[in-house]
C-alpha cells in the first residue's frame, strides 16, 4: 500500500508532464485513443467521485465564515471566464464549433488542480477549495444557463439536457464520494492516498481521447486554437488577480482567486462538447487541459515569489 501512495505521489506531482505525454500520445496514436471516447463521461464520474471522497464539511464552514471572499471567486469564475471566450471569439476568426469550444471551456468550473497550484503559489488553500467546491455544485445551473446566452449563436445548445448530464456526471458521484465519507470513513482513509493516480488517470486518457478524435482539426486550425485557448487562460489569472484585489482583499487570497479564475475543469468542458456537439468542439478543452497545467505551474512560481508589504 505505501508504494501505491508513493506511486500516486509521484504522479500526481508531475501531472503535467503525464497530460503533455498522453496528449502527444493521442496526436501519434489516433486510432487507439479514440476509441476511449464513449468512456469520456464514466471517466469523468470517476474523477468527480475521487474529489467527493475529498470534500469535507469545513470547505463550505469556509463559505460562511469568508463569504465575501468566496463570492468574488465565485463571480470572478463565472463572469470573468465567460465574457473573455465571448470576446476573444469576436475578435479572433475561428469556425462556430471552435467558438463554441472555447466559450464552453469558459462557462464550466473551477478545475481541481487550481488547489495544488494555489497551494504552490503560497496563497489560501482554504479558499481556493471552497471557490472549486462552490462552483461546481453551480455547474448544473450555471453551466447550461451560460451557454445558452452565449454560445447558441454558434451551435444550438440544449440546455435542459446539458443540466441533466452534469447533475449525473458531476453532482451524483461527488455525492456518493460524499456519502461514503460517513458511510465507509475506513474504506475512505485507505483510498485517498491512491486518489492522485486515478484523478491524473482518468484525465491523461480524456484528453488523449480528445486529441485522438480531433486530430485532423487540430493539424488544420490548432495553432489557432492554442494561441486562443492561452490568451483566455493568462487573461483569466491577471483580470482574477487585479478583481480580487479591487475587491480589498489580501495577497493570499488574490493568488487564489487568480488561480481558481484562470484554471478550468476542462474535463468536464471535454465530456460536454463530446456528447452534445462536435470533435472539433472538443479540442479547446483538451488544449486547455494541456496548457493551464502548465501554465498554472509557471504563474504559481511567479506567485510564490510575491510578499504581502
Known amino acids: ?29 489516433p486510432d487507439l485513443f479514440r476509441q476511449l ?33 468566496v463570492g468574488v ?15 476573444l471569439t469576436m475578435i479572433i476568426p475561428m469556425s462556430p464549433e471552435v467558438a463554441a469550444g472555447v466559450i464552453l471551456v469558459g462557462c464550466c468550473p473551477g478545475g481541481t488542480s487550481s488547489n495544488v497550484m494555489t497551494y504552490l503559489a503560497k496563497g489560501d488553500v482554504a479558499l481556493s477549495v ?15 444557463f451560460l451557454m445558452l446566452m ?15 448530464s452534469i447533475v449525473k456526471v458531476v453532482l451524483f458521484p461527488l455525492a456518493l464520494g460524499f456519502a461514503a465519507q460517513k458511510l465507509l470513513p475506513a474504506f475512505v482513509r485507505a483510498a485517498v492516498p491512491a486518489l492522485p493516480l486515478v484523478s491524473v488517470t482518468g484525465i491523461v486518457l480524456i484528453v488523449a481521447a480528445v486529441v485522438g478524435a480531433s486530430k485532423g482539426a487540430i493539424v488544420q486550425s490548432g495553432m489557432m ?14 483580470i482574477g488577480f487585479i478583481a480580487a484585489r479591487l475587491a480589498g482583499l489580501d495577497l493570499a487570497a488574490r493568488k487564489a482567486i487568480a488561480i481558481e479564475t ?32 502548465i501554465s498554472g505551474a509557471l504563474v504559481a512560481n511567479i506567485l510564490s515569489r510575491m510578499k504581502a508589504r
Request: overall charge neutral; glycine content about 6%.
Open 73 to 87: 471567486g465565485v463571480a470572478s469564475q463565472f463572469l470573468i471566464m465567460p465574457l473573455l471566450a465571448v470576446a
Open 130 to 144: 471552497a471557490c472549486t467546491s462552490v462552483t461546481t455544485l453551480m455547474a448544473p445551473i450555471m453551466t447550461p
Open 225 to 238: 486554437i492554442f494561441a486562443v485557448v492561452v490568451l483566455h487562460n493568462m487573461l483569466g489569472y491577471l
Open 150 to 164: 452565449l454560445a447558441s449563436e454558434y451551435l444550438p445548445v440544449d440546455a435542459w439536457a446539458m443540466f441533466q
Open 1 to 29: 500500500m505505501k508504494s501505491l501512495a508513493s506511486l500516486s505521489r509521484f504522479v500526481g506531482n508531475t501531472f503535467a508532464a503525464w497530460v503533455v505525454l498522453f496528449a502527444v500520445l493521442g496526436f501519434l496514436l
Open 262 to 293: 484562470g484554471m478550468q475543469n476542462s474535463g468536464l468542458a471535454a465530456a460536454l462538447a463530446t456528447a452534445y456537439f462536435s470533435p472539433l468542439t472538443a479540442v479547446p478543452a483538451a488544449i486547455f487541459s494541456v496548457w493551464h497545467n
Open 37 to 69: 471516447t464513449p468512456w469520456i463521461v464514466t471517466l469523468l464520474g470517476i474523477i468527480m467521485f475521487g474529489m467527493g471522497l475529498t470534500i469535507s464539511g469545513r470547505d463550505f464552514a469556509e463559505v460562511l465564515r469568508r463569504p465575501v471572499n
